[in-house]
């Protein structure tokens, strides 16, 4: 059995050349430090049994990375996705070395073999054995920039899965949809999903409801959508387009197996799901939204954002109940980042926001306009004066990739708050729907708590 993914990598050309020239000063992204990793296993082959299970398609491993770059820039295409980096991983225990390496040559050859420059690596360091492919996004034959379609995607696993029948392994046969990278990396990492919390959350609803009328309103009270029709039962938080079956989240939550558990630990009673403000929002934030209105202060949106998913204070107690809540500490990182850059740059309004991105937009135009200038100005430059010029070219290119990156955040910090209002009115009117339910229960319920347990 192998499952197989595949994903771009984003990056500059500039990237790739530095990275060669000096790979123990290179600093790359997030994004290519794994492909940048199973090159560095060419020199530094702790993982691959000493470089025996690292191969080249159309290239020399040792110099593939250089080989790469003539490409790109003998086709002039040094822009957009740099490479592309997947896996074919197999069942622990079901496949030998030597068979997994030669299975992930087979398939690279296949897929990309006739035009793409590839590397592939065969890692034996995790409980499982896998192929990692990493190749280039431009062709070596006539200068096409690979494009993977769900066409290929599906071409991808049927080859897989044809190699692996003729290798004796098993296949899956039923397979589902994986999640995204970042999210699998998130999932991983022990961090607040969509999924992570939809499990937690239906968790406390199948413990708490004692029959299933009751889980439907616990997790309904939450704010989600629920489909318990039919033999898979699916729920979704509104903002999202499709249902998640619960039999994906855990492949033992079928209609039998929730019905068999419910009221695990409703033994006086059904639970009620609660939906919290904090308690510790300082009186200057507690007016910075209001429902269904645009939130034009959008620093003060923020602070308030940051007391409800309790990261202010530090060192509270408060943790928010609202899945909506919970699913946004994942982004806790961008969160800090952006009200740094706001409070760095005396940003407190959606029109400081506007004249920031406008001032720094003007900037860098007139930067990029400059730096043509420059490098005019080395072509007619004597030997002598070239040095001094690219140094000055060299420290604007630096200011306009800090002003691209300002931009970046303007336009960032933009949505976000778009996003936060959106949030904060689903929570606001999953909880006046609450309330509004609550009103129209018979007083008969009141009057059952008044009795004394038996």
């Known amino acids: 059995m192998a499952t197989t993914s595949l994903w771009h990598i984003k ?22 430090q794994d492909f940048f990793d199973v090159f560095s296993y060419v020199k530094n082959p702790l993982k691959t049994n000493e470089g025996e299970y690292v191969s080249a398609i159309n290239a020399l491993k040792e110099t593939a990375l250089q080989q790469m770059i003539l490409t790109k820039k003998q086709y002039q295409k040094t822009g957009g996705y740099i490479a592309w980096h997947g896996y074919q991983s197999f069942k622990p225990d079901e496949v030998t070395p030597e068979h997994c390496h030669e299975i992930g040559l087979k398939l690279a050859g296949e897929m990309w073999g006739d035009k793409y420059q590839i590397i592939v690596a065969t890692h034996l360091d995790k409980g499982h054995l896998h192929n990692h492919f990493c190749f280039n996004s431009v062709s070596f034959i006539d200068g096409q920039k690979y494009n993977y379609s769900k066409s290929e995607q599906k071409r991808l696993r049927e080859a897989s899965d044809r190699l692996c029948r003729e ?17 699998y990396l998130d999932e991983k990492n022990g961090k607040p999903t969509r ?38 039962w699916k729920m979704k938080l509104p903002k999202y387009k499709h249902f998640t079956r619960l039999d994906t989240l ?6 039998n197996f929730i019905q068999s558990c419910l009221g695990g630990a409703s033994r006086y009673g059904n639970y009620k799901a609660k939906i919290s403000y904090s308690p510790h929002m300082p009186e200057q934030y507690k007016n910075a939204w209001k429902p269904h209105q645009k939130t034009t202060g959008i620093l ?7 007391y409800q998913l309790g990261i202010f204070p530090k060192g509270t107690d408060y943790k928010p109940t609202s ?3 919970k699913e946004e500490l994942r982004k806790l990182d961008a969160i800090t980042t952006q009200v740094r850059y706001m ?3 005396n940003i407190s309004t959606l029109s400081d926001l506007h004249a920031d991105r406008e001032k720094n937009q003007t900037e860098m135009n007139k930067l990029i306009d400059y730096r043509q200038h420059v490098r005019n100005k080395v072509r007619r430059a004597t030997p002598a004066e070239k040095e001094k010029i690219r140094e000055e070219k060299r420290c604007v290119t630096e200011r306009i990739t800090e002003l691209r990156k300002r931009l970046k955040y303007a336009d960032r910090i933009e949505k976000r708050s778009a996003h936060i209002d ?3 009115n689903q929570i606001y009117d999953t909880i006046e729907n609450q309330r509004s339910n609550r009103q129209k229960q018979p007083v008969k319920t009141a009057r059952r708590r008044e009795e004394p347990l038996r």
């Open 11 to 32: 990056g500059r050309l500039k990237d790739l050349i530095d990275y060669v020239e000096n790979p123990e000063k290179t600093m790359p992204n997030e994004d290519m």
């Open 167 to 183: 290798y004796g392994l098993s296949v899956i046969e039923n397979p589902k949809k994986a999640p995204s990278r970042p999210l």
């Open 195 to 232: 999924y992570n919390v939809y499990r937690e959350d239906l968790r406390e609803a199948i413990n708490g409801s004692r029959d299933l009328q009751h889980m439907m309103k616990y997790l309904a009270d939450k704010g989600y959508e629920v489909d318990f029709s039919g033999s898979h």
């Open 250 to 255: 855990d492949e033992r939550l079928t209609p």
């Open 300 to 306: 003060a949106l923020y602070y308030y954002w940051c």
């Open 323 to 325: 899945p909506l809540m």
């Open 343 to 345: 409070s760095k740059h």
């Open 422 to 424: 959106d949030c904060l």
